[in-house]
Nanobody, 121 residues
Framework: QVQLVESGGGLVQAGGSLRLSCVASGSIFSINAMGWYRQAPAKQRELVAT???????NYADSVKGRFTISRDNAKNLVYLQMNTLNLEDTAVYYCHAVLKSTSGGYYWDSWGQGTQVTVSS
């Protein structure tokens, strides 16, 4: 059993900052990529940022220069520092990991339950 649990969401004014955290726990053998996706009302889920186990990061164009993804491999944690938030950043943010469990097999996708980020004017 593997679980991803997000924290750090909330309500913030435009121009403000938030930091999201996600911890992966359970029967984890190895984690490859980790990342954050978001889904706004009536929109499809979209990639925000991903990071490999080696620390290489990739960002959506809409967040480049404002958001920073990082991870702590020893603690199975991934963070998303979000600065200069705007109204379009309002969404449910989901943690994602590509991991392999201790029971063996292949790498598979695991998702958190999501955390709401609301940016107000």
């Amino acid at each position: 059993q593997v679980q991803l649990v997000e924290s750090g969401g909330g309500l913030v004014q435009a121009g403000g900052s938030l930091r999201l955290s996600c911890v992966a726990s359970g029967s984890i053998f190895s984690i490859n990529a980790m990342g954050w996706y978001r889904q706004a009302p009536a929109k499809q889920r979209e990639l925000v940022a991903t990071i490999t186990s080696g620390g290489s990061a990739n960002y959506a164009d809409s967040v480049k220069g404002r958001f920073t993804i990082s991870r702590d491999n020893a603690k199975n944690l991934v963070y998303l520092q979000m600065n200069t938030l705007n109204l379009e950043d309002t969404a449910v943010y989901y943690c994602h990991a590509v991991l392999k469990s201790t029971s063996g097999g292949y790498y598979w996708d695991s998702w958190g339950q999501g955390t709401q980020v609301t940016v107000s004017s």
